[in-house]
């Protein structure tokens, strides 16, 4: 009989990562993560969707390869169950291509949601069931109510709060408020041996 220890849920990196081992990571070698992430079972990250066109500086020249980042997130981020991130894709010089999605860091995406953003900046929360089209930009302390519909290439000011299919702003985050886009204590709930969420 085997003395192994039982296999965690969660694998964590050297940068305190934490990514369950029943999510789905495509193209990994195209994916950045920040550190102090955590990636919940059924997470769908498609990395394998990178931009596919090469100039003809960089390949004939044989030197530096080409950044084929095609998602970068930042630190102690939360991907929910069930949340999809793909980078988004346009027709760029005649030829389909992806550019890559960036996230900053404390962003919560919510169970079910499926972000094709150009970009998401720091302290943002997107709830559940929230769909954010492609080339859309969501800045800092953004917080997206469930069931919101983000049109693509839309601009989200900094400070708001949007709702609605499509998305509009319906009010703003209130001063103090941001204490309540930290993720810090959300990570340590979370991996192989959790610690209890602070009362």
Request: charged share 20%.
């Amino acid at each position: 009989m085997s003395r192994r220890p039982p296999r965690g849920e969660y694998i964590e990196t050297d940068t305190g990562n934490k990514v369950a081992r029943k999510a789905t990571l495509v193209g990994t070698q195209n994916i950045m993560l920040g550190g102090k992430t955590v990636i919940q079972p059924e997470v769908m990250i498609r990395g394998d969707l990178v931009r596919s066109i090469q100039s003809s500086s960089t390949s004939s020249s044989g030197g530096a390869t080409p950044n084929n980042t095609a998602v970068a997130i930042g630190r102690y981020c939360f991907l929910s169950r069930g949340a999809c991130l793909r980078p988004p894709g346009r027709l760029y010089k005649g030829a389909f291509t992806y550019m890559p999605l960036r996230m900053g860091d404390h962003v919560f995406v919510g169970p079910g949601s499926v972000i094709q953003a150009a970009s998401i900046g720091s302290h943002v929360y997107i709830g559940a069931r929230v769909v954010v089209g492609e080339f859309a930009i969501l800045k800092d302390y953004v917080r997206v109510l469930d069931g919101t519909v983000i049109p693509p290439n839309m601009v989200v000011p900094s400070f708001t709060i949007v709702a609605g299919q499509p998305a509009r702003v319906i009010g703003e985050v209130p001063e103090g408020g941001h204490e309540a886009f930290e993720l810090r204590d959300l990570y340590k709930t979370v991996g192989n041996n959790p610690h209890p969420a602070p009362a």
